[in-house]
């Protein structure tokens, strides 16, 4: 099955840190850039962070920038978001998302189900 | 960064009647380099994540029903609901997707009369 499945959400305090992983399966990993997308309960989608096929390029939010890095381990299938100095308002589902497979595809095609962040004292 | 301006935020509409929402961007989406308006849209149920609908501008995703259809080019856009089904309840988002921040809409929530 083709699926995208996030883990690693949970409370942390602020100031703190937490890495979350996205395990992919049923395609080729290593064919698609890559995404982490955010959304704080019953609002709306904030991208965060993007990374290339081989892991060479990366961009992110100006939000999370120099707080977050995102990469990717395609010998495992899987793509991490390393989440630095948490704030409160860190406090989002975050989903990773897949981009299309062809060149400036760069919509997102398939999405996972999301982990919750908490950040609260 | 460029900024999508969805409206209305909210829409309420019978079964069966035509359900349009509008997208604004504050650049255009058109692109010299291959003609297409990196404009995509999203439905959200509750719950679930967002599912691709779609994508430039007016190419609907695979196993999308075709009373979904998209239009418009530049910085104006729309995805119009031929005739709303009860499972077409959810919160729809626009997204550009030329370039970094990838913005999206606020979301439009869209409902049965």
């Known amino acids: 099955e083709v699926q995208l499945v996030e883990s690693g959400g949970g409370l942390v305090q602020p100031g703190g840190s937490l890495r979350l992983s996205c395990a992919a399966s049923?395609?080729?990993?290593?064919?698609?850039?890559m995404h982490w997308v955010r959304q704080v309960p019953g609002k709306g989608l904030l991208w965060v962070s993007r990374i290339h096929r081989d892991g060479s390029n990366t961009a992110s939010a100006d939000s999370v920038r120099g707080r977050f890095t995102i990469s990717r381990d395609n010998a495992q299938n899987t793509l991490y978001l390393e989440m630095k100095n948490l704030r409160v308002e860190d406090t989002a589902v975050y989903f990773c998302?897949?981009?299309?497979?062809?060149?400036?595809?760069?919509?997102?095609?398939?999405w996972g189900r999301g982990t919750l962040v908490t950040v609260s004292s | 960064d460029i900024v999508m301006t969805q409206s209305p935020e909210s829409l309420a509409v019978s079964l069966g009647e035509r359900a349009t929402i509008n997208c604004k961007s504050s650049?255009?989406?058109?692109?010299?380099?291959?003609?297409?308006?990196?404009l995509a849209w999203y439905q959200q149920k509750p719950g679930h994540p967002p599912k691709l609908l779609i994508y430039w501008a007016s190419t609907r995703e695979s196993g999308v029903p075709d009373r979904f259809s998209g239009s418009g080019s530049g910085t104006d856009f729309t995805l119009t609901i031929s005739s709303l089904q009860a499972e077409d309840v959810a919160v729809y988002y626009c997204q550009q997707y030329n370039s970094p921040p990838y913005t999206f809409g606020q979301g439009t929530k869209l409902e049965i009369k």
């Open positions: 049923g395609f080729t990993f290593s064919d698609h850039w």
């Open positions: 998302a897949r981009e299309g497979v062809r060149a400036r595809e760069r919509f997102f095609d398939l």
């Open positions: 650049q255009s989406l058109l692109f010299d380099s291959n003609d297409e308006n990196y």
